[in-house]
């Protein structure tokens, strides 16, 4: 079993994309080749983030004050915006003995346990693709990128419901699909403290094989 | 040496080369950022195992490489 060492906890409220990217990269160069790790909470000013895999075409341009940044991250198109909570993970996979593959399905699972945990909502997966759904509504948003073995960026979790979001970009680009809430689910407002310390908890204990 | 494809895990069963970061006759260092890779939701930089010359690649950008696949052969 993996001894975990130290782990680092941050949230930079909410900020501009690119603002946040800048701090992950700080970390990177921190923690690559060590046994530790940063959670990076944050939320951010309305942007939309465009990964490695996007292979359509950006939304109009009219988007009222939305900036569009492209990104290192894998994945497709989305949002974030207020009222979504994004986690960024830092680590060295090899300190942890890790392979990518189980930080994919890692994360996943970390992120699911952690909002059950938060407010009993059990989120659907999908065999084909990543993330978490309830019908056809996107909850969380899954995307990482992995340097020199260290990884990177990671969910992001809508708990606030906002019709304008639906209006500009589906997630991943699915014309059928949409942003849903963990507010609207739960009909009330979820307690985003207890979401966080619920995604560490469950973060720790992948980390340290529990 | 030739450069395989790392084991990523065994739901990768291929992956895209998004970019070589070193052309074909450029050096790499040892740990240097060699290709970018991108499967299921992540991007992967994939580091040289070894310092020296990039003399071929097998696996060109915008293509898909297997797993354990053939990516380029480094002159150490």
Same mark, same amino acid.
């Given at each position: 079993m993996s001894v975990l060492t130290?782990v ?27 046994k530790d790790a940063?959670v ?49 993970f830092?680590f060295?996979?090899?300190q942890f003995e890790k392979?990518?593959?189980?930080w994919?399905?890692g994360?996943?699972?970390i ?10 909502? =059990?989120? #659907? +997966? ?5 993330? @978490?759904?309830?019908?056809? $509504? /996107? ?32 997630? =991943?680009? #699915? +014309? ?5 809430? @963990?507010?609207?689910?739960? $009909? /009330? ?11 560490v908890?469950r973060f720790l204990c992948w980390l340290e094989g529990l | ?76």
């Amino acid at each position: 079993m993996s001894v975990l060492t130290q782990v680092f906890v941050d949230d930079l409220g909410t900020v501009g994309y690119n603002q946040a990217y800048e701090k992950q990269i700080e970390f990177l160069a921190a923690v690559s080749g060590k046994k530790d790790a940063r959670v990076l909470f944050c939320e951010h000013l309305p942007v939309i983030t465009y990964g490695r895999s996007f292979r359509g075409a950006l939304p109009h341009a009219s988007l009222g004050g939305w900036e569009c940044v492209k990104t290192d991250r894998g994945g497709d198109i989305t949002a974030h915006f207020p009222g979504q909570l994004v986690a960024y993970f830092i680590f060295d996979l090899k300190q942890f003995e890790k392979r990518l593959v189980d930080w994919m399905k890692g994360i996943q699972a970390i992120t699911k346990e952690a909002i059950s945990d938060a407010c009993g909502i =059990c989120l #659907d +997966e999908r065999p084909d693709d990543r993330g @978490l759904w309830k019908g056809k $509504g /996107k909850v969380v948003s899954f995307g990482v990128a992995c340097r020199r073995w260290v990884v990177y960026h990671g969910a992001a979790i809508t708990y606030t419901y906002r019709e304008d979001v639906n209006a500009i970009v589906k997630p =991943c680009g #699915d +014309e059928q699909g949409y942003f849903e809430a @963990l507010d609207r689910l739960l $009909g /009330k407002p979820l307690d985003r403290e207890a979401l966080k310390y619920h995604i560490v908890n469950r973060f720790l204990c992948w980390l340290e094989g529990l | 040496m030739k450069v395989y494809l790392p084991n990523l895990g065994e739901d990768f069963e291929e992956s895209e080369i998004v970019e070589w970061l070193v052309p074909e006759g450029g050096y790499v260092e040892k740990e240097g950022d060699l290709v970018e890779i991108v499967t299921d939701k992540a991007s992967f930089i994939l580091p040289s195992p070894v310092s020296g010359r990039l003399v071929k690649i097998y696996a060109p950008a915008g293509g898909q490489v297997a797993k354990d696949g053939l990516l380029c052969e480094i002159e150490e």
